[in-house]
């Protein structure tokens, strides 16, 4: 009787999973101006968090959506798209088991192991990576303490210095200004490990850092990052608290003092891009601001790393001009596409920002750009909405030797002209 009942309830439990209360990522696409109303409704009326675009301001005729739809907010959500008869495919039916298998940490790794660099890590683990590394490496790598976020936590860069040639230029990489783009920090560990272990061994690994010193900022925004771990793996802004308002966070990279505001970002407190109360009011974007702005004779290629939709961008996206080495910017950033290509065979769209994909003003790009820092990237990593981000630990290699081609092609470049 007792084994009899426990079947039962294990059935019933059973049940209750197979029917349709999957957490989805459903990719959407409206044909008309009446679908994209009903659709940027539904993306804000809705308990739906939306991947792509990065806000409902941004959805046109045609474009492809992709929308996180909860469970619980599935059949609403679906009924309202026939409705109005939007034609919708699952990209992800199984997120629940994507973030378990991103956050699983079977084997502890020891941090010199390749397989280290295969996994994605949480805060904690990154901080004590970064003291790891500048342990094991005192003549090359020193910790550099720019700033604290928000919510008080360090904002620690990593410098590398691998030759000590006197009035060598710099490169600054920073990783996780978007909390859930979690490749980014996993590229920036990636690439400091990448960096000590071929440098003397890889011919333009070697000739970068003998011309460079590198500074890598593995996560910009950590009090986001840790809010991805632990409550909401969606979340995108930091964790600042606005006055006269319930909703938390500003986008980070809405939030520099380059056409602040102005078309493409937002005032409000509860959207995805709102740009914060004043340029630079966050924390996280004042620390990186000041470090670059006392270090602007120095670095002179920026790179600023996300996710997802493969793609290499530069100025501007806070404006439709044309920077005034928009040639320049453009054959670097297609050498390094067609380089991702032969080696690798994945597509890297290219371009402007605001003409590759929207305006969107106030990024760490164009405002670095603007300070005299006239090689400035953002790389969009992989995938192009399999996975977003969730983007399986499996995928992380080939996701992070498609941007270490990159940097490499762009770096040789700007080391040949300065
Ligand atoms: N998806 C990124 C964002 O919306 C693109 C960044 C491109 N650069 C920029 N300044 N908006 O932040
Ligand atoms: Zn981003």
Known sequence: MKTLLIWFVLMNLDTGHSTETHDQVLSITSKTQEQVDVLKNISTQHETVLWQPDSPQYIREESHVHLFVPANSSKTVK???QKHSIAYVILLDNTKELIEMQTRNVSTDPRSSSSYYQRYHSLEEIYYWI?????????????????????KRPLYALKLTLNNRPNKTALWI????????????????WFVQHSLSFYGRNKDITNILDNMDV??????????????????????KNRSISKGSSCIGVDLNRNFDANWCTMGASHEPCSQIYCGAFPESEPESQAVADFLRSHKDSVQLYLTIHSYSQMLL????????????????????????????R???????YGAGAKTIYLAPG????????????????????????????????????????AVTAVKAIALKVIEKT
Not at 135 to 142: F, R
Not at 184 to 189: I, T, Y
Not at 382 to 397: N, T, V
């Open 215 to 236: 500074y890598v900022l593995p996560v910009m925004n950590p009090d986001g990052y840790k809010y991805t771990w632990t409550t909401d793996r969606m979340w995108r």
């Open 174 to 189: 920073d990783c996780g200004i978007h909390a859930r783009e979690w490749i980014a920090p996993a590229f920036c560990l």
């Open 343 to 349: 080696h690798y065979g994945n597509n890297y769209k």
């Open 79 to 81: 009924d309202l798209l």
């Open 363 to 402: 990024g760490s790009d164009d405002w670095v750009y603007n300070l005299g820092i006239k090689y400035s990237f953002t790389f969009e990593l992989q995938d192009r909405g399999e996975y977003g981000f969730l983007l399986p630990p499996s995928h992380i290699s080939k996701a992070c030797k498609e």
């Open 314 to 341: 530069f100025p501007y996206s806070c404006t439709l001009d044309e920077v005034e080495n928009h040639q320049d910017l453009l054959e670097m950033a297609q050498e390094a596409a067609q380089n991702i290509k």
């Open 131 to 151: 003291n790891w590394t500048a342990q094991n490496n005192p003549s090359t790598v020193k910790v550099i303490l720019i700033g604290s976020s928000y919510e």
